[in-house]
Each structure stands twice: as structure tokens, then as C-alpha cells.
């Protein structure tokens, strides 16, 4: 398979790694082992660009679907902004994990990396990396969208909006990342990863809507929005340090 070999080398890479390592350098390795994974999975997608295409074209038919049944003689409702944009960022999100992990299992590189001298909670942060590389993509090309089919004004305070893409991105990627990881071997993870992921990072797309929405007012209310910020900031810290507490036991045979 034309993705094999990246996974071998980077395993190859890992064990050169332990091999030379200290406990001293723990923390050295655990970075270069998370930027090495990231580094095979860009490596992939950018001869094949499967999962950003898929992605892409999913979330952008989603917006304008809904530009055609809520935008009416140039006019949309004032929070229908925010809603559609963060619909659209999880849905396309749930689509990228799903593939991800789907290509791990066909060529069980996931697998060879966990057989791999590496800490296992590097491989997650790994993969988190990719999926929130593939989901910024996406919303580069969504925002602009969303701003251009309902007149809204989301560039009024970009910083702001920014952070809370970032905030609301890694919060469901920490989520998705690791019970992808845990499904990938059951037959019905395309139906149980939206179960499972849904209900746990409903708050995260709750504040991104919210903080959103607040950026969308006349006068832009940033007040509101760094409150929900900061509530979207506390959700990503417990859903980190969660996921990384129990990747490495959930993904132990």
C-alpha cells in the first residue's frame, strides 16, 4: 500500500529513537515520536488527498444547503451563522477521524506503531495533530464561506473568533481522536463513533456556538464571548488530560 512505507520508516525511526534515548530525554522523545506520526499522516494525505477532499466537499454542501433554506432575500436569522459553522466543522470532523482510522486499520499501521518502543500517549497526540490539521483546512475555506452566504460579520473581531475555532477544534479532536482509536477495531465504528462522541462534546459545539454568535451581535459582544472562551479552554484541558490518561490503557490488548 502507497501508505505502508511512511509507517514502517516512522517506526524504524521510533525504535532508533528508544535505542539512543535516556530517561533523561523522555520528554525529547515523546515530541519527536507525536511529530513523527503527525509527520506520516501529512505525508499520505498529501499524495492522496482523500480525507481533505472528502471533507471538504461534505462540509461545503452542508453550508449550502442551508444558505438556500435559511437565507431569504439576502437575510439569514443572526446566530444561523454560528450554528451552520459548527455543524459543519463536526460533521467534516467525525468524516476525518472516521477515514483516518479506517486507513490505520486497512494496512494495520496502527498496529506497528503500537508494537513500536514509544510512549503510546505520543501516537494519540500524534493523531490529534492530524486531524486538527486536516479540520484548520477546512475551516479556512468554511468561514470565509458561511461570511459570504449569510452576510455575516465574522471577521468583525478575528482574534477572538480564532481562538475559539481553536479552542472548540481541539476540544471534539480529543475527543474523536481517542474513541476512534478505541473503535477501530469493531465492526460497527462507523455508527458508534457519532453515538459516542455526540453527547460527550456537545458543550464544546454549545460554546463555540454561543461564543460565535456573540461575535456575530451589533456591537460585537466579546464579553460573552471570552466567557465562553474560557468555558471552551476548561472543556479542552479535561478532555486532554483525560484522553491521554487512558489511551494507553484502552488501546493495551
Sequence with gaps: MAHEAPA?????????TERGGSAGRSDLMFLRTAL????????????TLEILVTTLFFAVSCVLVF??????????????????????????????????????????????????P???PALYVGKLLGILV???????????????????PLFARPLLLLLLLAG?????????TLFAAMLIRSRTRDVLLPILLYPITVP??????????????????????VMWLGILFALDVVFLT????????????
Excluded at 8 to 16: C, G, I, T
Excluded at 36 to 47: G, P, R, S, T
Excluded at 134 to 152: E, G, K, N, S
Excluded at 243 to 252: D, Q, V, Y
Design 8 to 16: 514502517s520508516r516512522l517506526v524504524f525511526h521510533m525504535s532508533a
Design 36 to 47: 513523527l506520526v503527525l509527520k506520516k499522516d501529512f505525508a499520505i494525505e498529501v499524495k
Design 67 to 116: 444558505s438556500f433554506a435559511f437565507v431569504k432575500e439576502g437575510q439569514a436569522p443572526p446566530d444561523a451563522a454560528a450554528g451552520i459553522l459548527w455543524i459543519a466543522i463536526a460533521f467534516s470532523g467525525t468524516l476525518a477521524l472516521g477515514r483516518t482510522f479506517e486507513r490505520e486499520r486497512y494496512a494495520e499501521t496502527l498496529r506497528a506503531l503500537l508494537l513500536a
Design 118 to 120: 514509544a510512549p503510546r
Design 134 to 152: 486536516l479540520l484548520a483546512l477546512d475551516a479556512l475555506i468554511l468561514v470565509p464561506l458561511i461570511a459570504l452566504l449569510f452576510t455575516a
Design 168 to 176: 472548540g477544534t481541539v476540544g471534539f479532536a480529543a475527543v474523536g
Design 204 to 225: 464544546v459545539i454549545i460554546c463555540g456556538v454561543r461564543g460565535t454568535a456573540a461575535l456575530l451581535e451589533s456591537p460585537p459582544d466579546e464579553t460573552t464571548a
Design 242 to 253: 483525560l484522553a491521554l490518561w487512558t489511551f494507553e490503557p484502552l488501546m493495551t490488548e
